[in-house]
């Protein structure tokens, strides 16, 4: 879908928007002429970064506050057209330790988004952030589609799944447009680089270019779905515009799986250093891994004329180059 125009003078809010996802599709708003504002709690590990937006911030509103502050919600919900809502506790492995923690942020703040949009602002759209990790454990050989059983084995999974049914019935009762995105493994420029709890390609990527060794759990032979985060925003821009997305879940990856161990080569080969090591599986991780995930995306591409356009090593190409010229702003 081109939405070149489309989105010229339309007034956006984007939670989390200093995180990977929320400030590339801030970047890509304003050049699209767009009036952007950003809520982000700057919550530590979750990966907010002011430099994120320092191209653009003479022409963006920050607001560093919580999902979970209604106060701060009312007001910024108010006169807008979209949100885009990203804002999230991003640790399936931290939400088995503080389920609590993650039911706050991720159950009740969205529930807040959702009543301040009720009570100040029915008439906008919302896009909201899922996750593969809302199917757990993939019981076909099949590529997966939106219907299949939802089966989550994380705290996180779970807590995803309900803030994803928060929109939907909002959108059932109270008419509020929504729109659900089950996103598969993102990766990217303007992603945190500080830890391996969220977004692991990014991970290695720093573990490579710091000459370290990349460590495998088991043969590392499951197969994942990895999407670049240009191509996120696009699917997402589409569907902040289409009609036909509302009430509406979609799958959101690249639609090509490949193996865990293949992945780790090909960011080792790209970056030129590095190495791989297998080890055995964690039981904190091994209870919670789902098996081979292959994502059907027939429906995104239908619905919003989406069309991946990175592939793995195209987007780890762009993403080391990125992190070559800005390292100091992420280490």
């Not at 049914?165 to 009762?173: A, G």
Request: hydrophobic content about 40%; charged content about 25%; overall charge negative.
């Amino acid at each position: 879908m081109n939405v070149s125009d489309d989105y010229n003078g339309k007034r956006i809010l984007i939670t989390g928007g200093l995180g990977m996802i929320g400030s590339n599709l801030a970047n890509k708003l304003v050049e699209l002429g767009a009036r952007v504002s950003i809520l982000d709690a700057m919550l530590p590990l979750y990966g907010g970064n002011f430099f994120n937006v320092e191209e653009i911030k003479d022409r963006i509103s920050v607001n560093v506050a919580d999902i979970r502050d209604i106060s701060a919600l009312n007001f910024l919900v108010k006169e807008k057209d979209i949100i885009f809502n990203l804002a999230a506790q991003v640790s399936y492995i931290d939400s088995q330790t503080d389920p609590l923690l993650d039911l706050d942020i991720n159950c009740k703040g969205h529930l807040l988004l959702l009543e301040a949009c009720r009570n100040y602002n029915p008439d906008v759209k919302i896009i909201f952030s899922g996750s593969r990790l809302e199917y757990g454990e993939i019981m076909t050989k099949e590529k997966v589609k939106e219907d299949h059983s939802l089966r989550p084995k994380s705290f996180y999974g779970i807590h995803k799944v309900v803030g994803e049914f928060y929109h939907l019935m909002y959108h059932k009762l109270h008419n509020i447009r929504s729109v659900a995105f089950r996103i598969a493994n993102p990766y990217g420029i303007r992603h945190h680089m500080k830890h391996s709890k969220y977004g692991i390609v990014n991970y290695f990527i720093k573990k490579a270019m710091d000459g370290e060794t990349i460590e495998i759990f088991g043969e590392g032979n499951q197969l994942r779905d990895y999407i670049y985060v240009e191509d996120i925003v696009n699917a997402m821009l589409s569907a902040g515009l289409a009609p036909a997305a509302d009430g509406e879940v979609f799958n959101l990856g690249s639609g090509n799986s490949i193996a865990f161990y293949e992945m780790a080569q090909t960011v080792v080969s790209v970056v030129g250093k590095g190495a791989i090591k297998k080890i055995p599986w964690p039981e904190n991780y091994k209870i919670v891994e789902g098996g081979d995930f292959e994502c059907d995306i027939s429906k995104t591409k239908s619905v919003l004329e989406y069309e991946p356009t990175f592939s793995l090593i195209t987007g780890i190409e762009k993403t080391v180059r990125f992190y070559e010229k800005y390292k100091n702003y992420y280490w």
